[in-house]
């Protein structure tokens, strides 16, 4: 009895270990959740991101801009996913490092950059057609963003 409840107490730590290194994004609770950044709430379901670093630990933030701005004084080299809203499918995360980013003056995100994800370049195009702006793979919104 005493070597079954061991085994059970063993398997119980482990999947708690393994549970807490998921490295995997998490789905933001609008509304309710903070941004790690500015610390206003998340409340706009195309303009949120996200970071999950190595050991699974998820940062939310409540536009791109924000997890830019956060990244300057974090080790990048912990970072695993950098996430992005897909402007065209609210609150669908996909990968930044991927993504097409439209910054046009008629499409207001949270902090004021103006600042959209696409994960199709072709919808971007389209939105652009209407709204006009400035298209940018991540480095070169990473490298705009820095000026």
Known sequence: ????????????VLALIFAGCNVAPQAIDYGHESCYFCKMTIVDKVHAAELV????KVYKF?????????M??????EIELY???NFTEPEVLIDATEATFLISKQIPSPMGAFLSAFKYRSDAEKIQQENGGR???WNELLLHLSE
């Open 1 to 12: 009895m005493a070597i079954k409840i061991l085994k059970y107490g063993l398997f119980l």
């Open 53 to 56: 670093t190595q050991k699974g």
């Open 62 to 70: 409540d536009a791109t801009e924000c997890m830019i701005h956060f």
């Open 72 to 77: 300057k004084d974090f080790n990048v080299a």
């Open 83 to 85: 996430l992005s809203n």
């Open 135 to 137: 298209l940018y793979n």
